[in-house]
């Protein structure tokens, strides 16, 4: 992934990441809580940045830094003067564009980072004129979505006074945003540090060796076979490699250690095997065979084993948009 595709919380993690820990914790000092939880939780989900990627954004962090730091002390045309020298005409313009929406403090600028998702569920039981005002200093795209999702009298009520809103006291603003920040605060941290849940859940099966999620499975659904299901859904299993596409299989049969495919297919049905021999060459199809035939007295542990390391590394190819996975109708595929 190209530096100048990460998004601004990505490319924020990457910086905490590339200063180490202990220049990262004298940042955090400067932080709100709810900056540090978007933080972290970026920083967590942040994965592998290349040395390139990395650079870049260290770049445009140092870049940013100066042209604050410049404009404060020298007003506008001061690090206009210092920037086009330091880094050239077109480069001195886009930083001095993002430097001057950084520096305005607009009304209710607590709600620009949320989601539209977390907007709506602190909107909903507003007055209409209320979620106007507010959605009035959204982003285009959040103010569409919640709008969206109002029910049909309040909506049409919400566009209309956004529609005729011209200008509003800025005292009575004030009032409006000390009022809401708190409330909004307990929600967006709410949403946060949410736990648990069927993906999550899901997520730890994917991880659990074989025997033991076939346990838990066997045990689940005789207490509550949807939930069982509703889980399995959300998962990928060995099996699941019968609702993969060819160019895929082929793709994670060749990061796959031969002896795990052998040992993994002692344990399968003849359909996976169809499907693991249509998709290697005849050459490494008589290879696999002969090894089955001479493979014998395999302990199902092991069997297990190896096709919980097949189905990591399909796991990670995914994660790495290498393949794709097709569960139980979640996504659509278009050719």
């Given at each position: 992934?190209?530096?100048?595709?990460?998004?601004?919380?990505?490319?924020?993690?990457?910086?905490?990441?590339?200063?180490?820990t202990?220049?990262?914790?004298?940042?955090?000092?400067?932080?709100?809580?709810t900056?540090?939880?978007?933080?972290?939780?970026?920083?967590?989900?942040?994965?592998h940045?290349?040395?390139?990627?990395?650079?870049?954004?260290?770049?445009?962090?140092?870049?940013?830094?100066?042209?604050?730091?410049?404009?404060?002390?020298?007003?506008m045309?001061?690090?206009?003067?210092?920037?086009?020298?330091?880094f050239?005409?077109?480069?001195?313009?886009?930083?001095?564009?993002?430097?001057?929406?950084s520096?305005?403090?607009?009304?209710?600028?607590?709600?620009?980072?949320?989601?539209?998702?977390?907007?709506?569920?602190?909107?909903?039981?507003?007055?209409?004129?209320?979620?106007?005002l507010?959605?009035?200093?959204?982003?285009?795209?959040?103010?569409?979505?919640?709008?969206?999702?109002?029910?049909?009298?309040?909506?049409?009520?919400?566009?209309?006074?956004?529609?005729?809103?011209?200008?509003?006291?800025?005292?009575?603003?004030?009032?409006?945003?000390n009022?809401?920040?708190?409330?909004?605060?307990?929600?967006?941290?709410?949403?946060?540090?949410?736990?648990?849940?069927?993906?999550?859940?899901?997520?730890?099966?994917?991880?659990?060796?074989?025997?033991?999620?076939?346990?838990?499975?066997?045990?689940?659904?005789?207490e509550?076979?949807?939930?069982?299901?509703?889980?399995?859904?959300?998962?990928?299993?060995?099996?699941?490699?019968?609702?993969?596409?060819?160019?895929?299989?082929?793709?994670?049969?060749?990061e796959?250690?031969?002896?795990?495919?052998?040992?993994?297919?002692?344990?399968?049905?003849?359909?996976?095997?169809?499907?693991?021999?249509?998709?290697v060459?005849?050459?490494?199809?008589?290879?696999?065979?002969?090894?089955?035939?001479?493979?014998?007295?395999?302990?199902?542990?092991?069997?297990?084993?190896?096709?919980?390391?097949?189905?990591?590394?399909?796991?990670?190819?995914?994660?790495?948009?290498?393949?794709?996975?097709?569960?139980?109708?979640?996504d659509?595929?278009?050719?």
């Open positions: 992934m190209e530096s100048n595709k990460l998004t601004q919380e990505q490319k924020a993690a990457a910086v905490v990441v590339a200063l180490g202990d220049k990262a914790s004298k940042i955090y000092k400067f932080l709100s809580e900056e540090i939880e978007k933080l972290t939780i970026e920083v967590a989900k942040l994965g940045i290349s040395p390139e990627q990395t650079e870049e954004v260290l770049d445009e962090f140092y870049k940013f830094c100066l042209g604050q730091k410049v404009m404060t002390d020298g007003g045309e001061y690090a206009r003067a210092v920037l086009e020298k330091a050239g005409e077109n480069t001195a313009k886009s930083l001095l564009e993002k430097l001057s929406k520096l305005k403090t607009r009304p209710f600028e607590f709600i620009r980072g949320s989601t539209a998702k977390n907007l709506f569920s602190f909107l909903q039981h507003e007055r209409p004129q209320t979620i106007a507010i959605l009035s200093y959204a982003e285009a795209d959040q103010a569409s979505a919640v709008i969206s999702e109002l029910p049909g009298e309040k909506r049409i009520k919400v566009v209309e006074a956004i529609a005729k809103m011209e200008s509003a006291s800025p005292d009575a603003i004030k009032i409006v945003e009022s809401l920040r708190k409330r909004f605060d307990t929600i967006l941290t709410a949403d946060f540090t949410k736990i648990g849940g069927v993906d999550y859940i899901a997520d730890v099966m994917n991880h659990m060796d074989r025997s033991n999620e076939k346990y838990i499975f066997d045990e689940l659904s005789k509550n076979e949807e939930l069982a299901e509703t889980i399995r859904k959300k998962m990928f299993v060995f099996e699941d490699i019968a609702s993969m596409d060819n160019r895929s299989i082929q793709r994670f049969i060749r796959c250690d031969v002896k795990d495919i052998v040992y993994a297919l002692k344990g399968s049905d003849e359909s996976i095997k169809e499907l693991i021999f249509a998709n060459s005849s050459r490494m199809a008589e290879s696999i065979q002969s090894d089955l035939e001479v493979t014998v007295n395999v302990r199902l542990r092991d069997v297990e084993e190896a096709q919980q390391r097949i189905v990591g590394v399909i796991r990670k190819l995914e994660e790495a948009g290498e393949l794709i996975i097709v569960k139980s109708g979640k659509e595929i278009i050719a």
